[in-house]
């Protein structure tokens, strides 16, 4: 919970109007780079350059058509959803290939009208298509048309009526599983997903008892049109019990497969578990080295009754070249660059050089500029499968408000992975900083012993509806030329739960807490340990770091404690656009605990972009009790949730 911000310590720019933000970036390889240049195009907009191929000009023989959609029914849903699933009317703007290609997509659209009737437990509809006044079943082999206007073609559906479950049984060895744990209830609306649905779990449950080879033997489902029920029969064989046998892998050049083999965690032997299978194939994902991962099982037990598996792998490029900028209304300008290697000795090893400038145009010179190097380096399943050995050396300068600090970092730690929640990390963090803050010039030389445990159940890290993030870390410390040995504390909690049928609303919150003991006095924490808050990661609508104690000449000392807190009601107007209100507030004192004697409070609105990579941020904060000359708003961007 330390934020650090990014201008020059006397400037006072936290009093400015907020700051805007534009961020580009560029990476080596991008498949962007082999696109045609005459027509750039990101999230379906086309930035520049022209599309002037016509649809005609892209189509053999294009004959247009028009399209007459009539459903009896009032059930405005159903005709949204048979009209969605009607390429006849998603595409009627755009021309078939000749008079055949019109009948081609006439019949193809009946039979996904059917399906989409039988999705909504519709059995007695039926789906009429006639195409220049002839039915499409009657229509020769290779019929012609009058192309001199659209072809017209006429869709008449009757949906009938609603069927439901009447008899579901469970056969084979399924037959003690429970019809209601699979959604086929007697009564219950008889959809056709439902029932493939269920058979797929059906098999799933088989195999998590560990049946690797378990199966479906019969699915049928019987209409009964004089009582408007549908009877189900799920009928399965489990196959015996089977631990995991060989893994076998391919498709690896410069991963070593041993490793591979190591990391996935599927030992010869183990009890045999789908889900440990998916776990695995995540893991291995996870690493970076792999532009895809596969992992099949034979499909017959082995002469010793297990069953083999199949890792199969593509490997993504060793190496990468990373380029970044950010421009802002407070900082100005700043570049950043890195290099980096995925597979540095053959399993996975991953070694990252980078430096960034920033600060370029509102720095008056260049040792007010801020500069940062770094070489970071992490070996994956590190003496256990489940462990990461992380190091790293880095550089930096920085010119907040609050302080000017240069500081040289050297870490070491290992992190665990005790469960799929929950990990635990340590290690070794050797600082040294020469600073000027409102108690003068210091330097410090502190060697600090950082832990902390994470409980993640988050079902999303960038756009979470459900489960909850809990943190709890220290960082015990001895400062060697001031003779000082203090400990930090701090611990957070987010929860996430969504509403609606689509969960169209989720309701999320955030709390946090930190402290500092052991000093005597706050002038012998290093600067940059002291707690500060304000910004796009605590309290929105104040400048980053703007939230500290504040001496008699109203200079920010920074605190040795904190409190935040976060509300968000995050809203899906779209499938891709959605509003988020908000409030937030936090407090930072110099006593060693919250006393919340100045509690600051921000709230505002923020506008939500949904993209496969995560959603697109974009906050407007104001302050409720703002600063003597503090910052009146703030703009606020990035990618993922706020928390």
Request: hydrophobic share 35%; no cysteine; proline share 5%.
């Amino acid at each position: 919970m330390r934020y650090q911000p990014t201008a020059p310590k006397n400037s006072k720019a936290y009093r400015r109007a907020g700051t805007a933000i534009i961020v580009a970036a560029l990476a080596a390889a991008s498949p962007l780079a082999s696109q045609d240049a005459n027509a750039f195009k990101l999230f379906g907009i086309n930035f520049f350059g022209s599309e002037d191929d016509s649809d005609e000009d892209r189509v053999i023989d294009p004959v247009r058509y028009s399209i007459t959609f009539e459903v009896n029914t009032g059930d405005k849903k159903l005709r949204s959803d048979l009209e969605e699933a009607s390429h006849l009317v998603l595409d009627k703007e755009s021309p078939v290939s000749g008079d055949l290609g019109v009948v081609i997509k006439a019949r193809d659209d009946r039979d996904r009208l059917v399906a989409t009737l039988y999705e909504k437990a519709r059995y007695g509809g039926v789906v009429t298509i006639t195409v220049d006044g002839t039915e499409i079943g009657q229509l020769p082999p290779l019929p012609e048309f009058d192309n001199s206007r659209p072809v017209p073609v006429v869709v008449r559906i009757d949906p009938g009526p609603v069927f439901t479950f009447g008899d579901v049984t469970l056969t084979g060895d399924a037959t003690g599983f429970n019809p209601a744990n699979y959604d086929l209830i007697r009564g219950k609306e008889a959809g056709s997903l439902l029932i493939l649905r269920a058979g797929d779990k059906v098999v799933s449950d088989l195999k998590a008892q560990g049946r690797p080879l378990a199966r479906l033997t019969a699915r049928d489902a019987i209409a009964d049109h004089k009582t408007n029920t549908v009877d189900v029969t799920i009928a399965a064989a489990g196959g015996p019990i089977a631990p995991l046998g060989p893994v076998a892998v391919t498709g690896q050049k410069a991963v070593n497969p041993d490793f591979i083999r190591y990391y996935s965690r599927l030992n010869e032997g183990k009890p045999y578990s789908p889900d440990e299978l998916r776990k695995a194939g995540d893991r291995l994902r996870q690493l970076g080295v792999f532009s895809s991962v596969n992992i099949q099982q034979a499909s017959a037990l082995d002469g010793k009754g297990q069953i083999p598996l199949t890792i199969q792998v593509s490997e993504a490029k060793q190496r990468v070249l990373g380029l970044g900028a950010q421009v802002s209304t407070i900082d100005g300008l700043g570049v950043q660059g890195y290099w980096g290697h995925r597979n540095l000795f053959g399993q996975a090893e991953s070694l990252r050089i980078e430096g960034s400038v920033s600060r370029i145009g509102e720095a008056s010179t260049f040792s007010d500029l801020d500069y940062s190097a770094g070489i970071l380096f992490a070996k994956p399943g590190a003496f256990f499968p489940a462990a990461t050995f992380n190091a790293g050396l880095v550089a930096k300068t920085e010119h907040p408000d609050t302080y000017r600090a240069a500081t040289i970092s050297a870490t070491a730690g290992l992190s665990y992975e005790i469960t799929d929640w929950d990990t635990v990390s340590g290690g070794l963090d050797f600082t040294w900083a020469d600073t000027e803050d409102a108690f003068g010039d210091h330097t410090y030389l502190t060697l600090s012993l950082p832990f902390e445990y994470i409980r993640d159940t988050r079902d999303d890290k960038l756009n979470p509806t459900e489960g909850y993030r809990a943190t709890l870390a220290t960082q015990p410390s001895y400062g060697f030329l001031n003779s000082v040995f203090f400990s930090s504390f701090e611990g957070s909690i987010s929860g996430y739960k969504a509403f609606g049928a689509e969960d169209n609303v989720v309701l999320a919150a955030k709390l946090g807490l930190g402290s500092i003991v052991g000093a005597s006095d706050l002038e012998e924490i290093p600067t940059t340990r002291r707690f500060y808050a304000g910004g796009g990661g605590s309290v929105r609508g104040y400048a980053y770091q703007e939230i500290s104690p504040y001496d008699s000449a109203g200079e920010a000392t920074g605190g040795s404690a904190y409190a935040v807190g976060s509300f968000e009601a995050r809203i899906k107007v779209t499938d891709t656009i959605g509003v988020v209100p908000f409030i937030d507030a936090g407090s930072v004192t110099d006593e060693v605990y919250p006393d919340f004697s100045d509690i600051r409070v921000g709230t505002g609105v923020g506008l939500r972009y949904a993209t496969p990579f995560g959603p697109l941020r974009l906050d407007f904060a104001v302050p409720l009790n703002r600063y003597p000359g503090g910052s009146s708003f703030g703009i606020y961007a990035g990618i993922g949730q706020a928390f």
